[in-house]
T-cell receptor, first 114, second 113 residues
Framework: DGGITQSPKYLFRKEGQNVTLSCEQN?????MYWYRQDPGQGLRLIYY???????QKGDIAEGYSVSREKKESFPLTVTSAQKNPTAFYLC?????????????FGQGTRLTVV | DAKTTQPPSMDCAEGRAANLPCNHS???????VYWYRQIHSQGPQYIIH???NNETNEMASLIITEDRKSSTLILPHATLRDTAVYYC??????????????FGKGTHLIIQP
């Protein structure tokens, strides 16, 4: 089955530690995205990548880092510089700037800083 | 600068048609209107999209005004499982510029039994 997979579903982190969230897709999509969602809020874009080895900052990139070494994978690292990392993180993929295509989302990772 | 404006919440009776409005008065000629929905604690799900003609699929219908400044998503026979946050977004289909796929706060649709 084609799809986009995020892992883990729940993640706990101690303050001051970096943590990496996984996102893998087998849809052959060129573009991948990371969003953050806080309770009662919409999705805010953290980073996106339209092609391997290239990525751009979204609206709230501070305290986060990404890499895109493979087409299928777009991991997100939440660094200790992120002041309020507890949130629901969503990964998505699509064909970039192509008409009539939809974005597919993973089921999310809920990160809690303890 | 929000590209779309949606009411924060709406109620609809089960079995009735749910009509969700969206204003996108600054939409460009190369931008499509997309609708997604998000059930609590899940990833958003694609519903439908369109450019200027009305569209229908197995989930919903999309009505876009002639001037393309607003649209309405119609769920013809709403069920309790349609309770979700519905996002209207505009997205360019070609050309340069960013493709950040920007979401707003959406409309929380509550289907009442």
């Amino acid at each position: 089955d084609g799809g986009i997979t995020q892992s883990p579903k729940y993640l706990f982190r101690k303050e001051g530690q970096n943590v990496t969230l996984s996102c893998e897709q087998n849809l052959n999509h060129d573009a991948m995205y990371w969003y953050r969602q806080d309770p009662g809020q919409g999705l805010r874009l953290i980073y996106y990548s339209q092609i391997v080895n290239d990525f751009q900052k979204g609206d709230i990139a501070e305290g986060y880092s990404v890499s895109r070494e493979k087409k299928e994978s777009f991991p997100l690292t939440v660094t200790s510089a992120q002041k309020n990392p507890t949130a629901f993180y969503l990964c998505a993929s699509s064909f970039p700037r192509v008409v009539s295509t939809e974005a597919f989302f993973g089921q999310g990772t809920r990160l809690t800083v303890v | 600068d929000a590209k779309t404006t949606q009411p924060p919440s709406m109620d609809c009776a089960e079995g009735r048609a749910a009509n969700l409005p969206c204003n996108h008065s600054t939409i460009s000629g190369n931008e499509y209107v997309y609708w997604y929905r998000q059930i609590h604690s899940q990833g958003p799900q694609y519903i439908i999209h369109g450019l200027k003609n009305n569209e229908t699929n197995e989930m919903a219908s999309l009505i876009i005004t002639e001037d393309r400044k607003s649209s309405t998503l119609i769920l013809p026979h709403a069920t309790l499982r349609d309770t979700a946050v519905y996002y209207c977004i505009v997205r360019p289909y070609s050309g340069g510029g960013a493709d950040g796929l920007t979401f707003g706060k959406g409309t929380h649709l509550i289907i009442q039994p």
